[in-house]
Each structure stands twice: as structure tokens, then as C-alpha cells.
């Protein structure tokens, strides 16, 4: 088993919730060092204390050294934690890991699927560096960035294959205001923290409509259906959708006021388009490219998810969003456990 008590740990992305997870584990004592790519970010956190650009308002412990040097960051580690956007994990990862540790433990706190290979991000991890695929873990769960760091109570799961890398991870992070729990179901936690931010869009959609709390209850519900319906295609285990990543997040992120995704969501419903929109947000949302990934995925393996088609038909083939509610609502009538198993 790892020494949990004096990880030596690097994080690479200090977006807000890289910074929040540097913030938190610095407070507990812990003595990380932090990756920024951005030189503004690094600056500010190195001569401030605090991310001014995506987590302002968090002071950031003296115990953070911050870093532009990716290979710096990731050396000599017994933990490495990836929190960048999901469409350069890949790419962020290729270049470290060369510095990576082989025993070290690669952690992904990241929510996405890649469009062009449908990979997870510990599948993306597992090919960038298959040396480290017995210790790959996932944290997920219904965390925003801000209320973590400012120590409001939060549960979330340490998923790997492997218990005692899960329980590694759960040791690390576990304090009195952030409780992890373990689960052995890698696929599941990550696939219910990545498409339920296609689902959050639609319910921003709903919001956004005006279509009132009925259309959103409805929405999230059939959401989660789409999400295990996908997730046991895949050999997740259907009982992660009713934990922490599956209904947890879900609700989080599709009802809560700081959430990206549904955010971009209410917009659309309101009447912008996302070239109106994603040029004003400094912090990735999500779910606008697992859209792409999600829809995709569907239709190759043959898996009904309606919902999730709709919102990649609003954001890409110009579908109304009234129209969109419209089909949905008229679809042929089934059972609501047809498909349950």
C-alpha cells in the first residue's frame, strides 16, 4: 500500500477545479506542486496566492509551489492528478509522461469523453502511458469547484480497478468537509460524470424555455435512464448510476447556478447560439464537446438516447429548441421500465 501520510503529489491544470484540489490538499498539510499553462495564472497564484482567472476569492496555501514547467510538476511524484479539459488530456498527457513515476498513481479529476476515439479519460490515460495502467483511478461526484474550496461539505468516489488504489486516493483526499468513498467501477463513475453534462444542457435548455419544474424533473429523470442505458451497453455496473457520479452529479450539475454546462444550456434556451456564447466563457463547458462524443457513441453501439441526440441536433444541426421539446415529447409510447435491467 502507498504511503497516503506523505504523498508527494502533482496536479497538472489549475483551472478552478485543479486550483480548488491544490487549495484543499494544501490545507490538509500536503505540499503539492501545481501546473498552470496559462503565465497570467501562474503569476497570480505565485505572487497573489490566489487563481484571479478561473477561482477568485480562494486563497491558495503557501505550501502550493505553481509551475509553467509541465515536466517540474510531474516528476518524482506518488501521485499525479490530470485536471485539464478533456479534449487536450491526451495531449498534456503525452508530454509528461516521460516524468512520470512508474509506481506513481495516475489520477484523472477530469469529466469527458474524446471525440474522435470515444475513450474515457483513463483510456486515454492507459494508452498515453500503459505503464501505469494497473494504477489508474478517477475522483468524480457532485463537487463544484468554489464550494469545495471554501470547505462546504462534499461526497465524492475514488474509483480504479485496483481496492487499494482507490483506497490510496480515498486516504489523500478524505478530510472533515470532503468524504470519498471507493468504488470499484471505473467505466460507470466516468461515464455518469461526463454525459450528464450533455444532460445538463438540456435541462439549462428547459430552464432557459421557461418550461417550468415538471419538464425539468422529467428531463433529469429520463436523463439518468439514457446515461445507465449507455453505461450497462459498456459493462458498467447499473448500480453506480444511482451513486455519487450517476444521480448525484446529475442533479448537481443540472439544477445548480454554477454549473457550465447547463449555464450554456439556459442560453441556448433563451435564444443565443454557441458561437454567441463560448466566446465570453473563460472555464470549458463540458459537455458542448461530450455532446459530440455521446451522440456518436449512440448510434455505433445502438443504444436509445434521445435526449442526448436532441441537445447534439441543437448545438450542431440547428434543430429549435422548441422543436427539440416538441419531438421528444411525441415520440412513440412505451414502458418506462422496458429497457430496465
Not at 477568485?56 to 510531474?74: F, H, K, Q, T, Y
Not at 470547505?151 to 470532503?178: G, H, L, N, S, W
Amino acid at each position: 500500500m502507498w504511503d497516503a501520510l506523505n504523498a508527494k503529489i502533482g496536479i497538472i491544470g489549475a483551472g478552478s477545479w485543479g486550483t480548488a484540489i491544490a487549495a484543499m490538499l494544501g490545507g490538509k498539510g500536503y505540499s503539492p506542486d501545481l501546473w498552470a499553462y496559462e503565465p497570467e495564472v501562474c503569476r497570480s497564484i505565485a505572487e497573489q496566492r490566489e487563481n484571479k482567472v478561473f477561482l477568485p476569492g480562494i486563497r491558495v496555501s503557501e505550501n502550493i509551489r505553481v509551475s509553467n514547467d509541465l515536466g517540474m510538476v510531474a516528476a518524482g511524484k506518488d501521485l499525479v492528478i490530470m485536471v485539464v479539459p478533456s479534449h487536450v488530456m491526451r495531449e498534456v498527457a503525452r508530454r509528461a509522461a516521460d516524468s512520470i513515476e512508474d509506481g506513481a498513481v495516475l489520477l484523472s479529476a477530469a469529466k469527458g469523453i474524446e471525440n474522435k476515439t470515444h475513450l474515457t479519460m483513463t483510456g486515454v490515460l492507459s494508452e498515453v502511458s500503459p505503464k501505469h495502467k494497473d494504477r489508474l483511478a478517477v475522483l468524480s461526484g457532485p463537487s463544484f469547484a468554489g464550494e469545495v474550496a471554501m470547505e462546504i461539505p462534499t461526497v465524492v468516489a475514488a474509483a480504479a480497478e485496483d481496492p487499494e488504489v482507490a483506497q490510496y486516493v480515498q486516504q489523500v483526499f478524505a478530510t472533515p468537509f470532503f468524504r470519498v468513498y471507493t468504488n470499484p467501477d471505473v467505466i460507470g463513475v466516468q461515464l455518469g460524470g461526463a454525459v450528464k453534462n450533455v444532460i445538463a444542457i438540456a435541462s439549462g435548455i428547459v430552464d432557459g424555455l421557461e418550461l417550468g419544474l415538471n419538464s425539468r424533473a422529467a428531463l433529469i429523470t429520463r436523463g439518468l435512464a439514457e446515461i445507465r442505458r449507455l453505461g450497462i451497453r459498456l459493462g458498467a455496473n447499473p448500480h453506480t448510476f444511482a451513486g455519487l457520479s450517476g444521480v448525484g452529479d446529475l442533479m448537481l450539475t443540472c439544477t445548480g447556478s454554477l454549473s457550465r454546462n447547463h449555464t450554456v444550456g439556459k442560453m441556448i434556451g433563451e435564444g443565443k447560439t454557441l458561437d454567441e456564447i463560448l466566446p465570453h466563457m473563460s472555464m470549458v463547458a463540458e459537455g458542448v464537446r461530450t455532446a459530440k462524443s455521446v451522440y456518436n457513441m449512440s448510434k455505433k453501439l445502438g443504444v436509445e438516447m434521445p435526449i442526448a441526440e436532441s441537445v447534439y441536433a441543437v448545438l450542431y444541426e440547428g434543430l429549435k429548441p422548441q422543436d427539440a421539446v416538441y419531438q421528444l415529447m411525441t415520440r412513440s409510447l412505451k414502458s418506462e421500465l422496458e429497457d430496465v435491467e
